[in-house]
């Protein structure tokens, strides 16, 4: 005869099954056969150790509100489970709501005082909000936890550096590439500050730097360019655009800048094209080309004014042909 399961292997059963179907990359399946193993009486522990397997795949299947739910239910059976509060934190910031992501960080702290990556993004969010006081404040925070930590102080040089505090930038940069040399924002950030001091060859040097760790950055592409466009070297500023466009073919700045170059050569039909790249990709762009006198060589060309006038177009019937899309 064979011998019937009790509730206990029947819950053991559909752990493994929950765990095979997540490793073949099946996580709809992991999540159904975790919730079927919770039907089944375990202790405590095994049970917030499966909630939090089903939050972290639902993380992964980008559906926040189903793992917020799987974290409260954690926070319901032991209330001093800080990883919970911090998950629900990371949810709600998902879902745009700041303030709501601000008071589970913190009581995820609260919980557990030397949670380091709590203060990171607490500190990011008041960074976000323009509060770069108490954005500091929490990345220093972040450095006293984990001295290793080359992006908070590379987040500190950016915040530094947007309030012209120069020197406080550059310092926290270079404490930042001492602990990660290939760290790519914060050989851009050290393009940034040199090009505010004038420095216009260490500028490019860093903005070098950065491409090589990095290709896929267009920034650096696209502060670089603006260097020799500044210098009125348009055909060197045109070959870094187009190699910033080969990496990142989707980036809009980079055609628009090479736009403006090719225009200041009178090069109208790459320009042209350059322009309607850019339009395709973000439409709001309209508003630069409407101003911008880099490319006035192009005012009066029939291709430039049906752009424009193609443009208006396109706006007029997007705005009266909003289609709501309700989603969970």
């Known amino acids: 005869m064979s011998r019937q399961l ?7 059963n559909y752990i493994i099954l929950a765990e095979n179907f997540y490793l073949n990359g099946d996580k709809k399946n992991a999540v159904k056969f975790y919730t079927r193993a919770l039907r089944f009486k375990g202790d405590i522990k095994e049970d917030i150790q499966i909630l939090y397997n089903i939050a972290i795949i639902y993380d992964e299947l980008d559906i926040p509100r189903r793992a917020l ?17 911090y998950g629900m934190a990371t949810m709600y910031e998902r879902l745009r709501d700041l303030d709501k992501a601000l008071e589970h960080y913190y009581k995820a702290t609260e919980i557990d005082p030397f949670y380091d990556r709590a203060y990171f993004y607490i500190a990011n969010i008041y960074d976000e909000k323009g509060d770069s006081g108490k954005a500091i404040y929490y990345y220093n925070k972040v450095i006293k936890l984990k001295p290793d930590d080359y992006i908070a102080y590379n987040n500190m040089g950016s915040i530094f550096e947007e309030r012209n505090e120069l020197d406080k930038a550059l310092y926290m940069l270079k404490k930042s590439l001492e602990i990660n040399p290939r760290y790519f924002r914060a050989l ?32 650096s592409y696209l502060n670089k360019s603006a260097i020799y466009i500044e210098e009125n070297e348009l055909e060197k500023a045109i070959e870094v655009l187009t190699e910033g466009i080969e990496n990142n073919p989707y980036a809009k700045y980079l055609y628009y800048n090479r736009a403006c170059c090719y225009a200041r050569l009178n090069e109208k039909d790459l320009a042209i094209r350059d322009l309607r ?43 009266n042909n909003t289609i709501l899309i309700e989603r969970e």
């Open 188 to 219: 851009f950030n050290m393009g940034v500050i040199y090009k505010k001091l004038g420095d216009n060859k260490k500028a490019l040097e860093y903005y070098d730097k950065s491409i090589r760790e990095n290709p896929k950055y267009s920034d």
């Open 277 to 319: 790249k850019s339009l395709i990709l973000y439409p709001q762009i309209i508003d630069m080309i409407r101003v911008d006198k880099d490319l006035d060589t192009l005012r009066n060309d029939a291709r430039f004014i049906s752009l424009l006038n193609q443009q208006d177009i396109n706006n007029y019937n997007n705005s």
């Open 69 to 85: 739910k799987a974290y409260k239910k954690i926070t319901e059976l032991d209330e001093n489970q800080a990883g919970a509060f």
């Open 6 to 12: 009790n509730s206990r292997d029947r819950r053991k």
